[in-house]
């Protein structure tokens, strides 16, 4: 998942020349994906 920098939106695909869909941004942040994983040690 990336956030554009300008509008602040979430892209959630984001090849490599890409823009922003929503303003044509082209500076992103990338987003960790907040799933927690729970893993059980047996
Ligand atoms: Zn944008």
Redesign the pocket.
């Known amino acids: 998942m990336y956030k554009?920098?300008?509008?602040?939106?979430i892209?959630p695909k984001l090849e490599e020349k890409i823009r922003?869909?929503?303003?044509?941004?082209r500076i992103f942040v990338k987003l960790r994906p907040e799933v927690v994983k729970r893993v059980q040690a047996r």
């Not at 554009?4 to 939106?9: E, F, G, S």
């Open positions: 554009c920098v300008k509008c602040k939106k892209v922003c869909p929503y303003c044509g941004y």
